[in-house]
């Protein structure tokens, strides 16, 4: 929660440069992974840090700026002393809690001397373990610990009733699980996630009925956090293959959005929308969604959302059949693409870089026929991909595959497949699976071709279906 005496850090603002707060918090996971350490940084920890909201860094963000930045110190990151932290959060969080929630909360003493170096999995700093200790009491935290595997039974969850008066830490349970769902979903697939997370959906929803937001910023904030984990619980169901299911979540977001004149979350709804039509052979209803999404966007600042929602008017157009729409699309995204990123730019959208854009332009013009051109995109893709988005690059590499096979490059296409298998042990995506299954059948009539023959067996011996 933003203290009235936070201070913003400009020396870490500064150290950022002009990338933006996503790419940036790219960049943080990747120099953790460097140093086997895991943490679960995106946009929005990067703007609290900047914005003063985080005085000191957990211990395994602290390993890992210091890793980025060596020879310079904590303090010199702009970082207040941990035990000068530590005390004032330990004095301030109780009070600070019950003037956000109208309850009262105890206040959490103070620890007796520093805890050793720990890795923190999906930690998002020294604030989020008493943040966890106020939410314990109210319901979409104790769901979100007990859905997502980070705790707690759930007998203790059902046991949990909605809060008299909703305030920050409440809402910050949902924003946490959104963050917790995206990060998730990233490294492992949506399989599997879905059911789970369903359940802290409905608490946030919950939450939204009783109408007992302490504040308006504090209300406005939980309609957009119940919207965008009502799109994350959807672009689950989605990647999963439950289209119905997606469609009604999307749906549900877009609504909340309209309630809360909220434009952001009113963009990303009609972005999935969009996207999910597509893959559903809808694409009138994946054009006229994207134009949508362009119309609200537009009331941001955010060109990279922009140049996204263009990328999918292109593909709705590619299944039209209609090359001059799709060229024309696919010229305006990268027009707005190439205008950078932005400070605007929606938390949401940290996995919309250049392999994004190339793959989707390389679905364009699989779509269109033009497998050649198609393959040349999505192996720019894979090549231009951060693994720590397993599941994108698996399904890069899956696409990749099927270009190549549909292409004649059957050899390639076979290599490009061991890609995927070898991925498919993390990652659990229905999407995936489908792909692949393609790339099998396209290349079935090769069988004899030592590359295709091996890759076919391997298949066959992995397959979940069998």
């Known amino acids: 929660m933003a203290s009235s005496r936070a201070v913003p850090n400009h020396a870490f603002r500064q150290l950022r440069g002009r990338r933006s707060p996503g790419e940036f918090a790219a960049a943080v996971r990747r120099a953790a992974r460097e140093i086997d350490e895991q943490v679960a940084c995106d946009a929005r920890y990067i703007g609290r840090v900047e914005a003063g909201e985080i005085r000191c860094p957990n211990y395994a963000y602290e390993r890992v700026f210091l890793h980025m930045f060596p020879g310079r110190t904590l303090t010199d990151l702009g970082f207040s002393a941990r035990e000068q932290v530590r005390g004032r959060a330990a004095r301030s969080t109780g009070a600070e809690a019950a003037a956000g929630t109208g309850a009262e909360v105890a206040p959490v003493p103070a620890p007796q001397a520093p805890a050793p170096p ?5 930690d998002t700093g020294e604030e989020s373990d008493v943040l966890r200790r106020a939410f314990m009491k109210s319901g979409p935290a104790t769901v979100a610990i007990v859905t997502l595997g980070l705790g707690g039974t759930p007998a203790m969850a059902s046991a949990v009733p909605v809060p008299r008066r909703v305030g920050a830490a409440e ?5 946490e699980t959104v ?6 979903d990233d490294r492992h697939g949506a399989d ?10 409905r608490a ?17 904030r939980l309609h957009a956090g119940a919207g965008e984990l009502s799109i994350s619980v959807g672009w689950l169901a989605h990647d999963s293959g439950r289209f119905d299911d997606a469609r009604s979540h999307y ?3 877009l609504a909340t959005a309209r309630l809360a004149g909220d434009p952001a979350l009113e963009a990303h709804a009609f972005c999935n929308t969009s996207f999910l039509a597509k893959d559903a052979g809808r694409y009138r209803e994946a054009v006229r969604a994207a134009q949508a999404g362009r119309r609200a966007g537009r009331r941001l600042s955010s060109s990279r959302l922009l140049s996204l929602l263009a990328l999918r008017e292109a593909g709705g157009w590619a299944g039209l059949g209609d090359r001059t729409g799709c060229e024309q699309a696919l010229s305006l995204a990268h027009g707005l693409f190439d205008r950078g990123p932005s400070d605007a730019d929606p938390e949401w959208m940290s996995f919309f870089g250049e392999p994004e854009l190339e793959a989707l332009e390389a679905h364009c013009h699989a779509t269109l026929g033009d497998w050649a051109r198609a393959a040349r995109h999505a192996y720019r893709a894979t090549v231009l991909q951060d693994p720590h988005f397993a599941r994108n690059l698996a399904l890069y590499r899956a696409d990749l595959a099927t270009d190549l096979a549909r292409a004649g490059s059957h050899d390639e296409a ?8 070898d991925a498919l042990g993390d990652v659990q995506s229905s999407r995936i699976h489908a792909r692949i299954a393609a790339t099998v059948r396209l290349l079935l009539p090769q069988r004899r071709l030592p590359e295709v023959g091996a890759f076919l067996d391997r298949h066959a011996s992995t397959d979940p279906r069998r």
């Open 118 to 122: 720990t890795t923190h999995h999906g």
């Open 171 to 175: 809402v910050s349970a949902v924003e």
């Open 179 to 184: 963050r917790r769902i995206r990060l998730l």
């Open 192 to 201: 599997g996630l879905y059911q789970r997370a369903s359940r802290p959906l």
């Open 204 to 220: 946030a929803y919950a939450l939204l009925d009783a109408g007992t937001a302490t504040r308006r910023s504090t209300a406005d």
């Open 251 to 253: 749906a549900e977001a």
């Open 414 to 421: 076979a290599a490009a497949g061991h890609q995927v298998l």
